[in-house]
């Protein structure tokens, strides 16, 4: 029923982002009607819906391809923004290629117009499937619902992470730890948000976990506690499988990323040591030319936006 359910979501976001498309193309011609001579006609407006389509189309391809509808959130929704901006980017290269390639047409001012409008009105979009997500979230209504082992520092960070990043996907139930009395309340609030903190309780410690599982109905188990013994962390797991219900812990070097790490194998042994970066004198001037280039095109090309955006500002 969950998957399902996911499914006809995912396919509501499809269907959206083509109607609003197509109202964005629509929106570019009034506009172009409104502030040019140029005389609204129905055969004109007809070209445009089917271009809008065929634009919607190549959309649909490239956001599925960024991850745009796995229906998750990340922290104040910037992932999906600039995923947002990449999907239209890529559709809006890939249009413009076949409209020279197919002989379309349709002017690279048109193309322009519409494409803002279309980043525009999905920028609205998004914005409130992330609001609507987040307040789901709340109001613990997620299906998987989560419990946080070390109510610790990492445990305390885990939950931001949880509050503000992962939305989508989590509903926090609570915090286990052994050395926290059960009933201690964990609070967290935004700075400059309206509204009370969003609050939780450790729950119990330990011996409580079987039974909490079971009563609250929990897909997850997340192990906050890296500075603890390897002999603990296995227990913990131990009855998480026991349990039936799916696990993951913090590693001890959480506050390194993948890609600051090289892994070697010493026989049977992983090593990990943090990754030294040299960059050459030559990558560093190539790429500082390569930004200056892209950006001084880029404000050549949005130069004439400029007026406009100041009155949107204004």
Not at 7 to 15: P, R, S
Not at 32 to 53: I, K, Y
Not at 107 to 126: A, D, E, K, T
Not at 291 to 310: E, Q, R
Request: hydrophobic share 50%.
């Amino acid at each position: 029923m969950q998957i399902v359910a996911r499914h006809l979501l995912t396919a509501f976001e499809v269907a959206l982002d083509i109607i609003l498309i197509v109202l964005s193309f629509q929106i570019a011609y009034l506009m172009e009607v409104l502030f040019s001579p140029t005389d609204f006609q129905g055969g004109a407006a007809w070209f445009r819906l089917q271009l809008s389509l065929l634009y919607a189309l190549i959309f649909v391809i490239s956001a599925e391809r960024l991850g745009q509808y796995n229906n998750k959130s990340s922290l104040l929704n910037i992932q999906e923004k600039t995923g947002l901006f990449r999907a239209i980017f890529t559709t809006t290269v890939l249009f413009t290629a076949l409209n020279t390639f197919l002989q379309i047409f349709y002017s690279s001012w048109n193309m322009v117009l519409s494409s803002f409008w279309v980043l525009g009105i999905l920028s609205f979009s998004r914005h409130f499937f992330f609001r609507y997500q987040h307040k789901k979230y709340l109001e613990g209504k997620h299906e998987q619902k989560v419990l946080i082992y070390g109510a610790g520092v990492t445990g305390q960070l885990l939950f931001k992470k949880l509050y503000f990043m992962e939305g989508g996907d989590y509903s926090l139930v609570g915090f286990l730890d052994d050395n926290i009395p059960s009933g201690t309340p964990l609070s967290l609030k935004r700075s400059r948000a309206k509204g009370g903190a969003f609050t939780t309780t450790v729950l119990g410690t330990f011996e409580n976990l079987g039974a909490i599982v079971k009563q609250h109905n929990i897909c997850q188990v997340m192990i906050a506690m890296p500075s603890v013994s390897q002999e603990r962390i296995l227990q913990i797991m131990d009855a998480c499988i026991k349990q039936g219900v799916r696990y993951g812990f913090v590693p001890h070097l959480y506050n390194l990323r993948l890609e600051q790490i090289d892994t070697k194998n010493i026989g049977d042994i992983p090593l990990l040591k943090k990754r030294d970066y040299h960059l050459s004198f030559l990558y560093v001037a190539a790429k500082r030319c390569f930004d200056i280039a892209v950006s001084l095109t880029l404000l050549s090309f949005l130069l004439p936006f400029f007026p406009f955006f100041a009155l949107l500002v204004k």
